[in-house]
C-alpha cells in the first residue's frame, strides 16, 4: 500500500517561508514522477510543481522563482520550499506521486496539509 504523508503546513505571514514535506512509504524511486498540487477554497486543484525520477522539475508560473521543489531519495521525501508568500497562496497543499503499477499509470495522493497566508 503506497502512502504519502505531508506535513509542515500552517499559519504564515505574508513574505514568510515554509517548507512542506511529503513523506513516501516507499521508495520514490519507484515513482515516474511526484509533484505538489494546491486547491484553494471555490477552485480547481491545480498543479503546483513536479519532480521526476530523474530530478527535472517543472512549475506553475504563478509560483517560479518563489517555490522549489526538491527531493531527498536517502528520506524518500519530496519538498516544497515556499518563499515570498502571498495571500493567494493560501490553500490546502497535495503531494501526488505517479507510479507504473501492472502496467498502469497510477496517481497516489497524500492527505493534504492547509498553508494559510495571512497578517
Known amino acids: 500500500q503506497v502512502q504519502l504523508v505531508e506535513s509542515g503546513g500552517g499559519l504564515v505571514q505574508p513574505g514568510g517561508s515554509v517548507r512542506l514535506s511529503c513523506a513516501a512509504s516507499g521508495s520514490i524511486f519507484s515513482f515516474n514522477f511526484m509533484g505538489w498540487y494546491r486547491q484553494a477554497p471555490g477552485k480547481q486543484r491545480e498543479l503546483v510543481a513536479t519532480?521526476?525520477?530523474?530530478?527535472?522539475?517543472n512549475y506553475a508560473d504563478s509560483v517560479k522563482g518563489r517555490f522549489t521543489i526538491s527531493r531527498d531519495n536517502a528520506k524518500n521525501t519530496v519538498y516544497l520550499q515556499m518563499n515570498s508568500l502571498k495571500s493567494e497562496d493560501t490553500a490546502v497543499y497535495y503531494c501526488k506521486g505517479v507510479k507504473m503499477t501492472s502496467g498502469y499509470l497510477i496517481d497516489y495522493w497524500g492527505q493534504g496539509t492547509q498553508v494559510t497566508v495571512s497578517s
Open positions: 519532480i521526476t525520477s530523474s530530478g527535472i522539475t
